[in-house]
C-alpha cells in the first residue's frame, strides 16, 4: 500500500519566480493539507483540500494556492518566491471522517536563492 | 501566547533510559492530540493519537493528557539509540476531528547514546 507520495524531493529556484509541488494522498484517503516547515520550526498549516474545494486556510498569503484533483491528488503553487518559502513542504493526507489520522509524506525540500 | 508550547531541546539521554517530551496548550477546546516522530530530512510520522484525558499505551511509548493543567506528555521507556529524532507534538483546530488544520509545537531534538 503507497502512503503519501510527493514530488518532487529537492527543487532550486530564483526569487521572484513561481513552483509546483504535487502530492499523491495514501490510498483510499480523499483530503490533502499542506503545510510548511521552516527549519528548526514544527509544520504550519497552509491550507486543506476536500471534494477539489479549499475548505480551510492558514495564514498565509494569496501567493500560496492549491489544487485537487479528481484522483484526489493534489498541487501546491507558490507564486513571486521569496527568500523566506524556503522551508520543507509537506503533504499529509486523511479521510474525511471523525477520528482519522493525517499521514504525511516526505517533504519536498524548496530553497529560494 | 503560542497556542502549542514545547522545548525544543536539545535533550540527550543514555541508552535505557526513560524520557519525558512534554508540551502545553493554551485552548481548552482542543480535544485531540498527537505526537509525531521525525527522523532528518523526512516527513512526521505518526506515534500516538489520543482523545481527550487520560493515557495511551503503545510499546515503550506512553501518551498522557492532562486537560485540566493543558499539558500533554509522550513518555519512551527502554529507549534505544533508535529513538533518536525529532518528536513534535500536535494537536487540531478541528473540534470535532477530522485530521487536518493541525498545530504543532516546535519539536524537541532527542539523542539517546549508545
Not at chain 2, 485540566?68 to 529524532?85: E, G, M, N, T, V
Request: charge should be neutral.
Amino acid at each position: 500500500d503507497a502512503g503519501v507520495t510527493q514530488s518532487p524531493t529537492h527543487l532550486i529556484k530564483t526569487r521572484g519566480q513561481q513552483v509546483t509541488l504535487r502530492c499523491s494522498p495514501k490510498s483510499g484517503h480523499d483530503t490533502v493539507s499542506w503545510y510548511q516547515q521552516a527549519l528548526g520550526q514544527g509544520p504550519q498549516f497552509i491550507f486543506q483540500y476536500y471534494e477539489e474545494e479549499e475548505r480551510q486556510r492558514g495564514n498565509f498569503p494569496d501567493r500560496f494556492s492549491g489544487h485537487q484533483f479528481p484522483n484526489y491528488s493534489s498541487e501546491l503553487n507558490v507564486n513571486a518566491l521569496l527568500l523566506g518559502d524556503s522551508a520543507l513542504y509537506l503533504c499529509a493526507s486523511s479521510l474525511e471522517r471523525v477520528n482519522t489520522e493525517a499521514f504525511f509524506g516526505q517533504g519536498t525540500r524548496l530553497t529560494v536563492v | 501566547q503560542k497556542e502549542v508550547e514545547q522545548d525544543p531541546g536539545p535533550l540527550s539521554v543514555p541508552e535505557g533510559a526513560i524520557v519525558s517530551l512534554n508540551c502545553t496548550y493554551s485552548n481548552s477546546a482542543f480535544q485531540y492530540f498527537m505526537w509525531y516522530r521525525q527522523y532528518s530530512r523526512k516527513g512526521p510520522e505518526l506515534l500516538m493519537y489520543t482523545y481527550s484525558s487520560g493515557n495511551k499505551e503503545d510499546g515503550r511509548f506512553t501518551a498522557q493528557v492532562d486537560k485540566s493543567s493543558k499539558y500533554i506528555s509522550l513518555f519512551i521507556r527502554d529507549s534505544q539509540p533508535s529513538d533518536s529524532a525529532t518528536y513534535l507534538c500536535a494537536t487540531s483546530r478541528n473540534y470535532g476531528g477530522s485530521q487536518g488544520n493541525l498545530i504543532f509545537g516546535k519539536g524537541t531534538k532527542l539523542s539517546v547514546k549508545p
